[in-house]
């Protein structure tokens, strides 16, 4: 069983900058790929980004592509989401998610985090 814990959430202003930082209790955490999603008020849990399991892939949903940036340092067994040039449409819970597919699709991740805030005021 996986564990992740994210970090790194909170309240910042609009064109502000935030990273959030997930970290797996699994040792074998560099043989999964990652992702990570959101889910603001009233919506459903999309998909942000991803990365292969030896960080040569990623993959971003358009409406963060160019401003989101997910890195992954195995050796400190974690994974990064920088988030620059925040949006108020940015604001939800962002979750951190572990996949033996290198996927933007939620059905193939296996373990999940509990999530953290992000709120980006206007």
């Known amino acids: 069983q996986v564990q992740l814990v994210e970090s790194g959430g909170g309240l910042v202003q609009a064109g502000d900058s935030l990273r959030l930082s997930c970290a797996p209790s699994?040792?074998?955490?560099?043989?999964?790929?990652m992702g990570w999603f959101r889910q603001a008020p009233g919506k459903e849990r999309e998909f942000v980004a991803a990365?292969?399991?030896?960080?040569?892939?990623?993959r971003y949903a358009d409406s963060v592509k160019g401003r989101f940036t997910i890195s992954r340092d195995n050796a400190k067994n974690a994974v990064y989401l920088q988030m620059n040039s925040l949006k108020p449409e940015d604001t939800a819970v962002y979750y951190c998610?572990?996949?033996?597919?290198?996927?933007?699709?939620?059905?193939?991740?296996?373990?999940w985090g509990q999530g953290t805030q992000v709120t980006v005021s206007s």
């Open positions: 699994e040792r074998t955490f560099s043989t999964y790929n």
């Open positions: 998610a572990a996949s033996g597919l290198f996927s933007s699709i939620q059905g193939n991740y296996k373990y």
């Open positions: 990365i292969s399991w030896s960080g040569s892939s990623t």
